[in-house]
C-alpha cells in the first residue's frame, strides 16, 4: 500500500529551536492530520486540516494543507524535552470514517 | 471514559500458532479500524469494521487474516498459523457513528513471532 513521504526521517535539535517537517503525496487527499507517537503507545492526533490553503494552530504546533492537496508541513516552535518522538502525517480521502494513509514518520530528539 | 483498549498489550506466538487480538472501542463507538505497524515504519490500514460487517477490508492479507465486529464484545483480529513477517504492532482506533470526530487509537498490541 502507498505510504505518504516525510522529511526529514530524523531529526535532532536544542530545546528552544523551532521545527519544520513536511510531508508529501503522489496523490490528493481531502483531509490531512498530524499525528504524535510515543515508544510504545498509540498515535495521539496533535491536529487535523479539512480545506486545502488551510493553516491552523494547536498551541506551540501548527500546521498547513498545501494547496495542491498533495502535501502538508507541521512546524513546532521553541520545542521542549517533552517534544521527543515520532510524527506522523496522515492523509485521507473521504470522510471522517474513511482510511488513512500514514507517512513514514520524523523522529525527533531534542537536547538540553 | 475509557479509551480505546487493547489487549493483549504483548503477545508471543511461535510460527504456526494463532494470534487474536481484541480491541473494545470508547464507549458509544460503533466504528472500528486495524492498522498494522512494522519496525521504523509507518502505520498501514487494514481493515473498518462496523457492528457485525466488514465496510472496508482493501488492506488485508489474502490470507490467514481475518476480523470480525460481533454486535456483542470487543472486536478481534484473527491470525493463523503466524509467520516470522507477522511480527509488528497491531493497532485499533474507533470513531462514533454519526458527526465529524476524528478516531481514536488505542496503545496497540506487540506480536513477536519466535
Known amino acids: 500500500g502507498q505510504q505518504l513521504n516525510q522529511s526529514p526521517q530524523s531529526m535532532f535539535i536544542q530545546e528552544g529551536e523551532d521545527v519544520s517537517m513536511n510531508c508529501t503525496s503522489s496523490s490528493i487527499f481531502n483531509t490531512w492530520l498530524w499525528y504524535k507517537q510515543d515508544p510504545g503507545e498509540g498515535p495521539v492526533l496533535l491536529i487535523a486540516l479539512y480545506k486545502a490553503g488551510e493553516l491552523t494552530s494547536n498551541g506551540r504546533l501548527t500546521a498547513q494543507f498545501g494547496i495542491t492537496r498533495k502535501d502538508s508541513f507541521l512546524n513546532i516552535s521553541a520545542s521542549i524535552p517533552s517534544d521527543v518522538g515520532i510524527y506522523f502525517c496522515a492523509g485521507r480521502f473521504g470522510g471522517t470514517a474513511s482510511k488513512l494513509t500514514f507517512g513514514t514518520g520524523t523522529r525527533l530528539q531534542v537536547t538540553l | 471514559n475509557a479509551g480505546v483498549m487493547q489487549n493483549p498489550r504483548h503477545l508471543v506466538r511461535r510460527r504456526g500458532q494463532e494470534a487474536r487480538l481484541r480491541c473494545s472501542p470508547m464507549k458509544g463507538h460503533s466504528h472500528v479500524y486495524w492498522y498494522r505497524q512494522l519496525p521504523e515504519e509507518g502505520l498501514k490500514f487494514m481493515v473498518y469494521l462496523q457492528k457485525e460487517n466488514i465496510i472496508d477490508e482493501s488492506g488485508m492479507p489474502k490470507e490467514r487474516f481475518s476480523a470480525e465486529f460481533p454486535k456483542e464484545g470487543p472486536s478481534i483480529l484473527r491470525i493463523q498459523q503466524v509467520v516470522r513477517g507477522d511480527s509488528a504492532a497491531y493497532f485499533c482506533?474507533?470513531?462514533?457513528?454519526?458527526?465529524?470526530?476524528?478516531?481514536?487509537f488505542g496503545q496497540g498490541t506487540r506480536l513477536t513471532v519466535v
Open positions: 482506533a474507533s470513531s462514533p457513528p454519526v458527526g465529524d470526530t476524528e478516531a481514536f
